[in-house]
């Protein structure tokens, strides 16, 4: 079955060092979904992209986060400098295009941050 | 804006226990309703979901029933097992083309053998 893949699983860091997340979207999917999941929270959406166009990054710290999707595959999330309210689980999904009769999301098994 | 509440935990229950976690929501439009569960370190798996009125979403002993008319949609299983011990998320997205998820916040549970 296919997956999303993502790397690396863990991340530690020191603040204000720079810090990349890759994503590997299912085969197919056009959407691709970077969310952030704090401690004992549910998943917020950080930014997303349809093929290699951002469709809303309304909610991504743009003065120190920036995603990419060059080619409209894989994705690349970085922080520059990290925080220490960075610390979390960043997950990244994919779905089949829009009017393609499914809007499920399928998640990768994610990155944990954690900023020192 | 939209929003997903769900019943605060830890829940507690024994082998066997039924299960139900409370899950409601606040939308714009006419929602995709879903529940995910996040088991130790890993990422989020769909579990079931439903994308119209009095549609029941069922997997793995789990059900789940969209009620419009109390903006619901509540998680059960007859019987858990120590294996169902996880974090579960409910969610909704406005099925307008492909929207993000927006939330609730999780309900950790527990199971004793």
């Known amino acids: 079955e296919a997956e999303v893949a993502q790397s690396p699983r863990y991340k530690i860091t020191e603040k204000s060092q720079a810090v990349a997340f890759w994503c590997d979207p299912i085969?197919?999917?056009?959407?691709l979904y970077w969310y952030r999941q704090i401690l004992g929270q549910g998943p917020e959406l950080l930014v997303q992209?349809?093929?290699?166009?951002?469709?809303?990054d309304s909610q991504l710290p743009k003065d120190r986060f920036s995603a990419e999707r060059l080619k409209g595959v894989d994705s690349t999330l970085k922080i520059q400098p990290a925080e220490l309210g960075d610390s979390a689980m960043y997950l990244c999904a994919s779905s089949l295009p829009a009017g393609s009769g499914t809007d499920t999301q399928y998640f990768g098994p994610g990155t944990r941050l954690t900023v020192l | 804006g939209d929003s997903v509440t769900q019943m605060e935990g830890p829940v507690t229950l024994s082998e066997e226990a039924f299960l139900t976690i409370n899950c409601t929501y606040t939308?714009?439009?006419?929602?995709?309703l879903f529940w995910y569960v996040q088991y130790p370190g890993e990422g989020l798996q769909l579990l079931l979901k439903?994308?119209?009125?009095?549609d029941k979403g069922s997997n793995k002993g789990f059900e789940a029933t969209y009620r419009k008319e109390t903006t619901s949609f509540h998680l059960e299983k007859g019987s858990v097992q120590v294996s169902d011990s996880a974090v579960y998320f409910c969610a909704l997205s406005l099925f307008s083309g492909n929207t993000p998820l927006v939330f609730g916040k999780g309900t950790r549970l527990s199971v004793i053998a």
């Open positions: 939308a714009t439009g006419y929602p995709s």
């Open positions: 439903a994308t119209k009125a009095d």
């Open positions: 992209f349809q093929d290699e166009s951002v469709v809303d």
């Open positions: 085969s197919g999917h056009a959407t």
